[in-house]
């Protein structure tokens, strides 16, 4: 192996996603960065994602498989992967996320700079209704950051503290992904990253675009998800402080209905709800009109979150 050019294992988890792997495969493999490997991990899907990854194996010796008959979680998958990887470099490409044909030579360059690495993120599909639902609808804050940029604990929030490319040695060292989180494993993994002392790097060509809720049903999901990844956070103060945050959006919207009594001042203080609620995404968004549009997804998303934190 050159020193200039370290083994990159890339490593993609996958449950019934026989639509989708192929592209994240394929994306891959456009990657003219020759020292790669990729591992997905099946885990247990009951689709043909299994015989699509044998297919592509059949073509290319630089494909693995890891199969496990019963589904566990991607963090669970992410761990499993990792085991079996040989390269200095690990990447963690979701089934439905693809990356650009220089992603992995651009990630390669900054091999001894940093040891994790944070690249730039982009809806794959964006229509109205993909942004409208997920609130996603403005420019990402990375695109004015600088090439090369190092991050620690303290200044990573202005990149995203959140990554998915590490080295093989920061990864065994933090003793990789919580398995008992859920939803937000990425989150606390960047923070074991950081507190033991490693930084981090914007690497700005390294591009993965990944998919944006499309239908309701996708939009009630990710609402039933974010309940249950906090109601599953192990650390009390934690869990609670973002309980907090969903319950205090729900104070804050449902407050108008504390003035039934007076219909006037009820409906002023609705319309000044609404208008904070806007003008808050149009500061975070830069897009007034969609904005406008996200507005009523943003209360329907917190009763849906509230609802679901109090079912389970």
């Known amino acids: 192996m050159k020193k200039n050019n370290p083994k990159i294992s890339v490593v993609i988890p996958a449950h019934n996603e026989e639509e989708l792997i192929g592209r994240a495969i394929d994306s891959v493999l456009a990657n003219k960065y020759s020292n790669k490997e990729i591992i997905v991990v099946n885990d247990g899907s009951t689709d043909k994602t299994p015989e699509i990854v044998k297919s592509y194996m059949e073509l290319n010796n630089s494909i693995k498989l890891i199969n496990f008959e019963e589904g566990h979680s991607a ?3 992410r761990n499993k992967g990792t085991e079996k990887v040989k390269g200095d470099i690990i990447i963690f490409l979701d089934a439905d996320t693809i990356i650009n044909d220089i992603f992995l030579e ?4 900054f091999k001894d700079v940093a040891q994790g690495f944070i690249t730039l993120n982009f809806p794959l599909r964006t229509t109205w209704v993909n942004k409208i639902l997920s609130g996603m609808v403005g420019p990402s804050i990375k695109r004015n950051l600088d090439d090369g940029t190092v ?3 303290e200044s990573s929030s202005e990149a995203g503290d959140m ?9 065994d060292d933090i003793k990789g992904y919580g398995e ?5 494993e990425d989150d606390y993994f960047a923070r074991k990253f950081y507190k033991k002392g490693y930084k981090s790097v914007f690497v700005k060509n390294a591009e ?3 998919e944006l809720p499309s239908t309701l049903t996708e939009f009630f999901r990710q609402c039933k998800w974010i309940a249950k ?3 599953t956070i192990n650390e009390y103060q934690d869990r609670m402080r973002k309980k907090t945050i969903w319950f205090s959006k729900l104070v804050f919207i449902l407050s108008p209905l504390l003035l039934m009594f ?8 609705f319309l000044t709800t609404l208008l904070v609620t806007y003008l808050s995404l149009v500061k975070r968004n830069k897009k007034p009109f969609l904005s406008l549009l996200v507005v009523p997804f943003v209360y329907l998303k917190t009763l849906l979150v509230v609802y679901n934190l109090l079912k389970n």
């Not at 008992?180 to 937000?184: E, G, P, V």
């Not at 007076?262 to 203080?269: F, K, R």
């Open 262 to 269: 007076n219909p006037t001042l009820m409906l002023y203080w």
């Open 180 to 184: 008992d989180k859920f939803y937000f």
């Open 106 to 109: 651009e990630i390669a360059k």
């Open 229 to 231: 990844g906090t109601n």
């Open 75 to 77: 963090a669970f998958a």
């Open 208 to 210: 993965q675009y990944f």
């Open 163 to 171: 990554f998915f490319a590490i080295t093989k040695k920061a990864f």
């Open 151 to 153: 991050y620690d604990g």
